[in-house]
């Protein structure tokens, strides 16, 4: 059954993004924790489209690598804008 | 110019075979022709300012004029000579050099060129549009390029003509790595590919993340300037939003430029000494390096800008590190000469010429790379010495030396190695004069259009001197192009004795259409080249189907578009009408099955075994849109990380955009995203049924999910939330309308899937179209699944 | 008298350092790349097919073709000679950034602001002025540089300082005039039509005649 991947992985992406929702909803955990676990269930959920909707098999080892290298390249972005944010004043570094 | 293999008995008049060709060879000379023609326009407008410059004070071109001359000057020399003059000679060599008949997808590279030579068209119109085009310097900083500092629509023109370039150049990437990968003839292994060729695959590696990427920062310009949204102008994102996503694309693209002049320096070395090359595992480890290394470089160009110490000092030490490989690739270069025959010919001269002005400009980068010695040198003539050292010494002389070197393969005459001595000196000379002494005016401002103090004046002069100089030499180098066309004695196949190094040189002057009449060439783990003889199957029947219409009539419409937007309406509805005709011709094509690629089965794979071309072309495209969405995303992260100093509240969950209907969408996408992949899995098995209900169904949510999005907009119109009310507003509007239009681009492929699996063209799937769609599909998924928590939940 | 410390000093005496290590890679490299093609040039147009090392020019990989001792000289030779370069950059810029480095317990701030197409200092006490700041020699200034529309570049080239002046933030740097006399200042960042005219102008006067305008 080729298809039971994808339906099981479609009915756990459902399932997170219900999680995600009533978590935000209710507003029961500490905000710094639920934003970790939303964003923990997006990355989970995106994982699985990956895997099981993208290829309905695993990738090859060319299209992994070129996926990990994307991700790769984003991190220092990520790092380098939130490094910047020292808004409204640059405090000269003193020792 | 020569027709390559366009010579076929009985074909098409020359004109239309020019048109509509997607011949690589004839694409490669259209290419060439059209980024010299791009060349000669830039390089005028670098003499009318250098000729300002050359005294204090002088009075021939006025500030408006110069910013606009030096801002087209930048531009076009990086985006439209130096990156498609590589791609010339790549779409003409790199097939050659690999072992393949053509392109994979030779229909895409006639339109990468046809969509390059739009823009290019475009781009120059805005020169004549009312108020004059982009004058904000080529890197376009912000606010100045925003539409309250400069109103005029050339400069919108110039952005849209922008993202055409960087569609055309993103398709041209995908075409060259899905062939550069499963193209190969047997045993042409990665790193048995001639230098030139695994330099253009390093080259689009950078490429295909480092278009998207610039992509990005040119999206949200392209809305504030049209939409009103507030990217730049806001406290939250501001100048420094642009500087970063700008430079994030903008140092890779140094390489871009760079490294296929570099490597075609390697292999006229290699040939010119008949030596292999020296340490070829470790030249391209060392390329491979630098291509990663490109990317955690841009911050140098950030030093003076006041972002964090640490930060800078992270930059200052990747940016030195990244000389080390680029060392390694010149000692080698050198080293491979040790002990062999070395002949001295033109394009050997320019090859040395080139690699001795790369290792001035790498030199002189060393002192940029320092976070303090960048304090004297930001901003200044040093700068600009420096990088054209490496850019038109390193990348464009080295081009110089390949176009010299493979000119008797494309035209199957020969050239005066007389002119081209007396070209290499003159060229020398000039170049010399024009950049070396920017060095000296390391105080003097750069993009002025006219200076004050006395004491620049001189050394000034002697540039301008320098840049005319350098401008004849280009002049003899185009006479002499011209008379080896006109006079030139026929060239031989191999006119460099470079048989055993490359398989080009095995080949007739000029190739023939489908480049290797001897058999499917195939490579000995000891390098000895054999041809596989295919069994009375001649390559020539397959002349007629390889033309199409469809690429140049995208063309034309894009054109006709991106004038008529700025500048005529009904124009745009033509334009409008073009491109659509053109669409569907190229769909209907496509289901009539008339247009045949030939394409090998046997060759070198690795390491996409497992895909197919057009899974891994899609692949490609999805991943390479990793770099369009990213830097977005974490633009959006800056904006809110910034928010909470600046004092502006970004709405809370439920606030502006409702929970209910964002969860309600996730569900619908993911539903379809499920559709999709089994109308995939079910074409596979051949039920043809099953495969239409669940495309039908995949259109049904798609277009349910964009109807909810549509509400959404009205809603939030009705609301009085607009692109520009605030910096949170803006980033929801552009990434779900980024998110929106690609949905859209599905929605609209689907009814033709539709049709052509109802027609059982996916029977058993033997064609790719679901597959592909099933994964652009699931790209589409994933970026709503971190669209969904950026907005309705955090 | 024990000299007083300025930021183009610091700035030159890293410049020659690098220089000299630039010229000395570049004149080795050069000096290789000449030998190497004078010794192994040839004259005779056709090298005769059967030369021993044409069997070593192929495609592919040549197996006996390199090792690993030439690189690994390269790279760890590069990476030691960064090493020195980066730190004495490191120490250099920590002192152009930071005024405490000056040696001046209470140097004068003054606030820069960048417009299309001026400069305006800004006093302590609120005085003002469009395009020039008098400032006495031997006393370390402090800029607090900003922009009031667009991206400018405030820089000194004479007292090699530069930071960008963006508007919504502030950037900072130092320097001290030990002469007097008049010094250029510039926007080195494109800023429309009038780039190439924003400069102003850098007075340095006695610290005498510098109080009496100050309090006037």
């Keep these: 059954m080729a298809e039971l991947g994808p339906v099981i992985a479609f009915a756990v992406v459902v399932a997170l993004a219900l999680f995600q929702a009533s978590a935000v909803i209710l507003g029961v955990l500490d905000p710094q924790l639920m934003t970790g676990l939303v964003l923990a269930a997006s990355f989970a959920q995106a994982s699985l489209v990956y895997v099981f909707m993208m290829h309905a098999r695993y990738a090859s080892k060319g299209v992994l690598l070129l996926t990990i290298t994307a991700l790769l390249l984003l991190i220092p972005l990520f790092l380098a804008l939130l490094y910047s944010v020292e808004l409204p004043i640059h405090v000269p570094r003193s020792r | ?794 | 008298m024990v000299e007083l410390l300025t930021t183009e000093t610091i700035w030159y005496s890293l410049f020659w350092f690098y220089l000299m290590a630039a010229v000395t890679i570049s004149a080795l490299v050069f000096g290789f790349m000449t030998f190497v093609v004078l010794r192994y040039r040839t004259k005779s147009r056709n090298p005769a097919p059967s030369d021993p090392i044409d069997e070593d020019f192929r495609l592919g990989v040549s197996p006996k073709r390199g090792g690993v001792i030439p690189v690994l000289v390269i790279v760890g030779g590069l990476a030691v000679l960064f090493f020195g370069l980066t730190l004495s950059t490191f120490h250099a810029n920590e002192v152009m950034e930071d005024v405490s480095h000056s040696g001046d317990p209470a140097p004068l701030k003054i606030r820069v602001e960048g417009y299309q197409w001026g400069w305006i200092f800004v006093y302590p006490n609120g005085k003002k002025l469009d395009g020039e700041l008098i400032v006495p020699v031997g006393k370390a200034v402090q800029l607090e540089i900003t922009s009031r529309d667009v991206y400018h570049a405030f820089k000194a080239p004479d007292f090699k300082i530069m930071k960008d002046a963006i508007p919504g933030r502030l950037n900072y740097a130092w320097f001290r005039a030990v002469e007097e006399g008049e010094y250029h200042v510039q926007c080195y960042e494109l800023c429309g039509v009038g780039h190439a005219r924003m400069i102003a102008k850098i007075k340095a006067v006695d610290p005498g005649t510098f109080q009496n305008w100050y309090t006037s």
């Design chain 2, 1 to 794: 110019m020569s027709h390559g293999g366009n010579e076929h008995v009985g074909g098409p008049n020359p004109l239309i075979s020019w048109l509509f060709t997607t011949n690589h060879k004839n694409v490669g000379v259209l290419y060439l022709v059209t980024s010299l023609y791009f060349l000669v326009v830039a390089g005028v407008l670098a003499l009318t300012f250098r000729l300002q410059l050359s005294e204090p004070n002088n009075v021939i071109l006025g500030p408006d004029a110069y910013n606009r001359a030096m801002t087209l000057h930048g531009l076009f020399m990086l985006l439209w000579v130096t990156t498609p003059l590589g791609a010339a000679l790549a779409n003409y060599f790199v097939p050659i050099q690999i072992g393949a008949k053509d392109m994979a997808f030779p229909r895409l590279n006639a339109l990468s060129y046809w969509l390059y030579l739009s823009s290019g068209i475009v781009a120059l119109s805005s020169f004549f549009a009312p108020g004059g085009t982009a004058d904000w310097g080529w890197y376009t900083y912000q606010p100045l390029a925003s539409l309250r500092y400069s109103p005029q629509i050339g400069g919108s023109m110039m952005a849209f003509a922008l993202l055409l370039l960087l569609a055309s150049t993103t398709v041209g990437t995908v075409n060259f790595i899905v062939t550069i990968f499963r193209l190969r003839a047997p045993g042409m292994k990665i790193l048995n590919l001639p230098l030139f060729s695994l330099g253009w695959l390093a080259t689009n590696l950078i490429l295909l993340w480092a278009f998207p990427a610039f992509m990005a920062p040119l999206i949200l310009l392209v809305t504030d300037r049209l939409l009103g949204t507030v990217f730049y102008t806001s406290a939250e994102g501001g100048p420094l939003l642009w500087a970063h996503l700008f430079w994030f694309f903008g140092h890779p693209e140094v390489y871009i430029l760079l490294i296929p002049g570099l490597m075609a320096v390697g292999d006229i070395i290699a040939v010119s000494g008949r030596r292999a090359v020296y340490a070829k595992p470790a030249v391209w480890v060392a390329l491979l390096v630098a291509s990663f290394q490109s990317w955690v470089v841009w911050a140098h160009h950030m030093f003076q800008s006041g972002i964090h110490t640490g930060l800078r000092e992270a930059f200052n030490i990747t940016t030195e590190l990244i000389s080390i490989p680029f060392a390694v690739i010149v000692i080698a270069f050198l080293l491979t000469l040790v002990g062999g025959r070395i002949r001295i010919t033109t394009p050997m001269l320019f090859a040395l010429g080139s690699l001795a002005l790369f290792i001035i400009g790498g030199a002189s980068g060393v002192f940029n790379s320092s976070v303090a010695l960048n304090i004297g040198l930001h901003g200044t003539f040093w700068v600009v010495g420096h990088f054209h050292y490496t850019i038109v010494g390193g990348g464009i002389t080295g081009l110089v030396a390949a176009i010299y070197y493979f000119w008797p393969k494309m035209t199957g005459r020969l050239f005066s190695e007389t002119l081209g001595k007396i070209h290499f000196v003159v060229h020398m000379v000039g170049f010399n004069l024009l950049y070396f002494p920017m060095h000296m005016l390391f105080d003097m401002p750069r993009r002025v259009y006219t200076y004050v103090v006395e004491a620049w004046g001189p050394v000034n002069m002697v540039i301008t001197i320098g840049a005319f100089t350098f401008a004849a030499a280009w002049a003899l180098f185009f006479a002499i192009l011209f008379h080896s066309l006109a006079r030139g004695s026929k060239a031989p196949d191999d006119p460099w004795d470079a048989a055993p190094y490359s398989l080009e040189w095995n080949i007739p002057s000029p190739p023939p259409e489908f480049n290797f009449p001897h058999g499917i060439p195939s490579l000995s783990p000891t390098g000895k080249i054999s041809w596989i003889t295919t069994n009375g199957a001649s390559p020539s029947e397959h002349s007629h189907p390889h033309l199409s219409p469809w690429p140049f009539i995208v063309s034309v419409g894009t054109s006709l578009i991106g004038v008529g937007l700025f500048m005529s309406p009904p124009m745009t509805v033509l334009g409008l009408a073009a491109f659509v005709a053109a669409i569907v011709g190229w769909a209907y094509d496509d289901l009539k099955d008339r247009f045949k690629v030939v394409i090998e089965a046997i060759g070198e794979k690795w390491p996409f075994e497992r895909d197919n071309n057009f899974s891994l072309g899609m692949w490609t495209l999805v991943i390479g849109e990793v770099a369009l969405v990213g830097p977005i995303f974490s633009g959006y992260v800056f904006a809110r990380a910034n928010s909470l100093l600046t004092g502006f509240r970004w709405p809370a969950p439920g606030e502006v955009h409702p929970i209910e209907l964002g969860l309600l969408n996730t569900i619908i996408l993911t539903t379809s995203g499920l559709t999709a992949t089994l109308a995939y899995l079910a074409s596979k098995k051949g039920e043809r049924g099953r495969t239409v209900l669940s495309l039908t169904a995949t259109l049904a949510l798609g277009l349910a999910f964009l109807g909810i999005k549509a509400f959404e907009w009205w809603e939030l119109h009705a609301h009085g939330i607009t692109f520009g009310t605030d910096i949170a507003s803006s980033f929801y509007y552009v990434l779900t309308g980024i998110h929106a239009s690609h949905l859209l681009a599905g929605v609209l492929v689907l009814p033709y899937l539709i049709l052509k699996a109802h027609k059982g063209g996916y029977d058993g799937g033997k064609a790719p179209g679901i597959e592909m769609f099933a994964i652009y599909w699931g790209f589409v998924d994933i970026v709503w699944l971190f669209i969904f928590p950026s907005f309705y939940l955090l």
